[in-house]
């Protein structure tokens, strides 16, 4: 009751004005947009490759039933025919040459007879393609797969926000001349596409020979001017007396930036790990220039491969993409608690 009072509670009235309406129409058409496709992708990752490709589509994962026929090795996809008297009854394809199928009975296999595609309906059952995951494990390396894109990620985001930590300490803690100037330039390099620097980055890259290796993925894009720029601002709010304090105890440089600066940094350092699990998790174009062997893949270059030029396996297509979107949204929901936090406190100073 608490959860419909405050959905359908007013702005100080006893009925909902047409403001409230407008509002709640607006907020579920886009609640709808979003999700209405995640949705989707999720019940479509349970269908066979023979639901996927049926007409009209349908949401839920509905394929046609099929029945075991004696004489028959495999199973016969089942039919409502309907017979010229108008009557109806359920039987199995065996083969259809044009306009015509041989239909025949279940129960007994003698009884077979000709119709018009026309005459039959497909009998649907609910059917959940289980195997869609499972066999991605036993007919690809798919555990390959999901090492590389956690070890990239994880590293990756424990060395971002190591450096891009101590970059920004040193940029709102410190006083020396070109400070802002530094800072300026850190910031600059945000209007740079990636895609101007994807050449040189690929010719470093093979100059110091880390290409097919996991390590020339991580090490490129560890540090970033976003996490430069949210940490410094988030630490401008921390007090220097906390540091001056620290210095009069003879703590350390170091000392201070490890036990004090980062443990109140917590917040932004959460945003921040978001962040850059989405980035890592979510990159194809680095991945894709460094990395050319098959067991060096990340899950979105196995993505990639899953495309032939001439046949696309959508059932584990789809399946697969489904895994791939379960890490990023569990970090999510475990660390969104501290995305508004960080972000409004990163401006306040």
Same mark, same amino acid.
């Given at each position: 009751?608490?959860?419909? =009072? #405050?959905?359908?509670?007013?702005?100080?009235?006893?009925?909902?004005? !047409?403001? =409230?309406?407008?509002?709640?129409?607006?907020?579920?058409? *886009?609640?709808?947009?979003?999700?209405?496709?995640?949705?989707?992708?999720?019940?479509?990752?349970?269908?066979?490759?023979?639901?996927?490709?049926?007409?009209?589509?349908?949401?839920?994962?509905?394929?046609?039933?099929?029945?075991?026929?004696?004489?028959? %090795?495999?199973?016969?996809?089942?039919?409502?025919?309907?017979? =010229?008297? *108008?009557?109806?009854?359920?039987?199995?394809?065996?083969?259809?040459?044009?306009?015509?199928?041989?239909?025949?009975?279940?129960?007994?296999?003698?009884?077979?007879?000709?119709?018009?595609?026309?005459?039959?309906?497909?009998? /649907?059952?609910?059917?959940?393609?289980?195997?869609?995951?499972?066999?991605?494990?036993?007919?690809?390396?798919?555990?390959?797969?999901?090492?590389?894109?956690? #070890?990239?990620?994880?590293?990756?985001?424990?060395?971002?926000?190591?450096?891009?930590?101590?970059?920004?300490?040193?940029?709102?803690?410190?006083?020396?001349?070109?400070?802002?100037?530094?800072?300026?330039?850190?910031?600059?390099?945000?209007? $740079?596409?990636?895609? $101007?620097?994807?050449?040189?980055? #690929?010719?470093?890259?093979?100059?110091?020979?880390?290409?097919?290796?996991? !390590? *020339?993925?991580?090490?490129?894009?560890?540090?970033?001017?976003?996490?430069?720029?949210?940490?410094?601002? /988030?630490?401008?709010?921390?007090?220097?007396?906390?540091? %001056?304090?620290?210095?009069?105890?003879?703590?350390? %440089?170091?000392?201070?930036?490890?036990?004090? &600066?980062?443990?109140?940094? @917590?917040?932004?350092?959460? &945003?921040?790990? $978001?962040?850059?699990?989405?980035?890592?998790?979510?990159?194809?174009?680095?991945?894709?220039? &460094?990395?050319?062997?098959?067991?060096?893949?990340?899950?979105?270059? @196995?993505?990639?491969?899953?495309?032939? %030029?001439?046949?696309?396996?959508?059932?584990?297509?789809?399946?697969?993409?489904?895994?791939?979107?379960?890490?990023?949204?569990? &970090?999510?929901?475990?660390?969104?608690?501290?995305?508004?936090?960080? $972000?409004?406190?990163? *401006?306040?100073?």
């Amino acid at each position: 009751m608490k959860v419909m =009072d #405050f959905l359908l509670r007013t702005r100080g009235r006893q009925r909902l004005h !047409w403001t =409230d309406v407008l509002t709640y129409v607006y907020l579920f058409v *886009g609640l709808f947009m979003m999700f209405a496709p995640v949705l989707w992708l999720v019940a479509s990752s349970f269908k066979t490759e023979s639901a996927i490709g049926q007409f009209p589509p349908t949401f839920l994962p509905y394929s046609q039933k099929t029945v075991s026929v004696a004489g028959h %090795e495999k199973p016969l996809p089942l039919f409502i025919v309907t017979l =010229d008297g *108008g009557q109806q009854r359920e039987m199995a394809q065996v083969n259809r040459i044009g306009i015509l199928a041989t239909m025949v009975d279940a129960a007994n296999a003698q009884d077979s007879m000709q119709v018009n595609i026309n005459q039959r309906k497909p009998v /649907y059952e609910l059917k959940f393609a289980w195997n869609n995951y499972t066999d991605l494990f036993g007919k690809f390396t798919f555990g390959t797969y999901l090492w590389n894109s956690v #070890f990239i990620t994880v590293v990756a985001t424990l060395l971002t926000l190591l450096f891009n930590s101590m970059a920004a300490f040193a940029l709102s803690k410190y006083r020396f001349k070109g400070q802002k100037t530094v800072f300026l330039l850190i910031i600059s390099t945000l209007m $740079i596409p990636p895609t $101007i620097i994807l050449v040189p980055v #690929f010719l470093v890259i093979n100059q110091v020979g880390l290409l097919n290796n996991l !390590w *020339g993925v991580i090490l490129p894009a560890v540090a970033t001017p976003t996490g430069v720029f949210l940490l410094r601002q /988030y630490m401008l709010t921390i007090p220097d007396e906390l540091i %001056e304090a620290a210095r009069m105890d003879h703590a350390s %440089e170091w000392r201070i930036y490890w036990r004090i &600066v980062l443990p109140l940094s @917590a917040p932004a350092l959460a &945003v921040l790990a $978001i962040f850059s699990v989405m980035w890592r998790w979510n990159d194809f174009l680095l991945p894709l220039i &460094v990395l050319s062997q098959s067991e060096h893949f990340t899950l979105q270059l @196995a993505l990639n491969s899953f495309q032939g %030029e001439l046949n696309t396996q959508w059932n584990y297509l789809l399946a697969m993409t489904v895994i791939t979107l379960l890490p990023v949204t569990i &970090v999510f929901a475990f660390l969104q608690r501290y995305i508004t936090t960080g $972000i409004a406190s990163a *401006g306040v100073k």
